[in-house]
């Protein structure tokens, strides 16, 4: 071999290294894209005040029992002082925003990007919303800055939301705050499964159950967030 040349096989592990090499910056990088994300979350985020988290699901249509539900108990919220947080998608996210606004409160919202659901509901206050790529980023807004979650009838991201908070508060991860599902007809199937199974093998304490209400009440819902206010300092959960 002519010693100018070079050996295919050092081609081949050089460009094997360079790939690796780009990989390993792009997960670098990503970590700048998240801080970003953050940075942007908390500089809107630290500007509002008593906000409660409305979650539900997109799919609910304006004029059904859930939706008029959700716009209740976010008109009942302003009504004793309180502000709506949503994940600014339509269904029941729309219309907690919207019972916000109706009330003359504070609308906002954290919206994720994806292919189905683009851009933020009509009733979320324009300086009041920023975006968000990763759900996990997402989630550290409604926790870290809610101080109560209203969780309505949804699908798989609900009942992320939902355990997540339930998790967090029963692991003392992050300070006490209410927690309230509202359709009792909806959850009865949940609440009997964790009653009847997860209480029953002893995966749960009894006292966890206490960890969060049920209504179909929206002033009711909205009566028990600010009847934990009367005995606890609204501060954030971490």
Sequence with gaps: MNPTEKNPGENNNTAKMMQRLIEGQEDSWRIFRIMAEFVDGFTMMAK????????????????????????????????????VLTGAGPGIMEA????????GGASAGV????????????????????????????????????????????????????????????????????LVLMGREYWAGLIEWIKGTVLASGMISADDLDLFFITDDPVEAAEMVAEFYREHVSVKNF
């Design 48 to 83: 509002q005040e008593n906000l409660v988290s409305i979650f539900g699901s997109a799919r609910v249509k304006p004029g059904s029992r859930y939706y008029d539900l959700a716009v209740r108990v976010g008109e009942e919220l302003v009504k004793r002082g309180f502000n």
């Design 96 to 103: 907690g925003n919207r019972g916000a606004q109706r009330a």
């Design 111 to 178: 919206n994720i990007d994806l292919p189905f659901e683009q851009g933020s509901n009509p009733y979320v206050d324009r300086e009041r919303v920023v975006t968000f790529r990763h759900f996990f980023v997402r989630k550290v807004m409604f926790v870290k800055y809610a101080h109560g979650f209203i969780v309505l009838p949804g699908g798989f991201g609900t009942l992320d939301e939902f355990f997540e908070a339930l998790t967090l508060i029963q692991t003392r991860k992050t300070k006490t705050f209410p």
